[in-house]
T-cell receptor, first 117, second 114 residues
Framework: GAVVSQHPSRVICKSGTSVKIECRSL??????MFWYRQFPKQSLMLMAT?????????EQGVEKDKFLINHASLTLSTLTVTSAHPEDSSFYIC?????????????FGQGTRLTVV | GENVEQHPSTLSVQEGDSAVIKCTYS??????FPWYKQELGKRPQLIID?????GEKKDQRIAVTLNKTAKHFSLHITETQPEDSAVYFC?????????????FGRGTSLIVHP
């Protein structure tokens, strides 16, 4: 299957700083990428849908000024957690869908474990 | 928007038994239903999917059934093995401005006892 690479896999940062997470599709082009947050033993909560070349669509309750998403190319989307606080500590995971497939499998990155201290 | 309910939240079986996980969805426009397996600390991996024009699909020990009228779909794992232990997520993908955003169920933690 297609490969989605997410970096970093783990990050620890201080309160008040910003953290950038990258999501890359390695062997396909992705018009759409999805960003999820997952709490321990819970489901994948969709935060936003990232569309190449346009503004991301955020789910209700997700602060767009806090979670900045940039999808500048067909192979890269970034999520920046700004002014991070301990409550932002979580597992963040992206997924990407091949531009050729309108409604097909989405491939997941390996996730980023963010710890804010 | 789409709403996906998944049951049970935890399923414990003996090795060799069958396991069934059920999901319901609300949006009749949903037409793609993938199932993902997520092992602890790892990314979700697609194990099987089904489209709305098909009622059943099988891949070795794994099968998925879909009832469009009732808006429910199920995952069936036969002859379970300890390595099947993981969290399983169902999803329903419905059109939202043309993006077909997948909505996930809450997950089922499957434990297979040797």
């Amino acid at each position: 299957g297609a490969v989605v690479s997410q970096h970093p896999s783990r990050v620890i940062c201080k309160s008040g700083t910003s953290v950038k997470i990258e999501c890359r599709s390695l062997d396909f082009q992705a018009t759409t990428m999805f960003w999820y947050r997952q709490f321990p033993k819970q489901s994948l909560m969709l935060m936003a849908t990232s569309n190449e070349g346009s503004k991301a669509t955020y789910e209700q309750g997700v602060e767009k000024d806090k979670f900045l998403i940039n999808h500048a190319s067909l192979t890269l989307s970034t999520l920046t957690v700004t002014s991070a606080h301990p409550e932002d500590s979580s597992f963040y995971i992206c997924s990407a869908r091949d531009v050729e497939g309108l409604n097909t499998e989405a491939f997941f990155g390996q996730g980023t474990r963010l710890t804010v201290v | 928007g789409e709403n996906v309910e998944q049951h049970p939240s935890t399923l414990s079986v003996q090795e060799g038994d069958s396991a069934v996980i059920k999901c319901t969805y609300s949006d009749s426009a949903s037409n793609y239903f993938p199932w993902y397996k997520q092992e602890l600390g790892k990314r979700p991996q697609l194990i099987i999917d089904i489209r709305s024009n098909v009622g059943e699909k099988k891949d070795q020990r794994i099968a998925v059934t879909l009832n469009k009228t009732a808006k429910h779909f199920s995952l069936h794992i036969t002859e379970t093995q300890p390595e099947d232990s993981a969290v399983y997520f169902c999803a329903a993908s419905s059109p939202s401005g043309g993006s077909y955003i997948p909505t996930f169920g809450r997950g089922t933690s499957l434990i297979v006892h040797p």
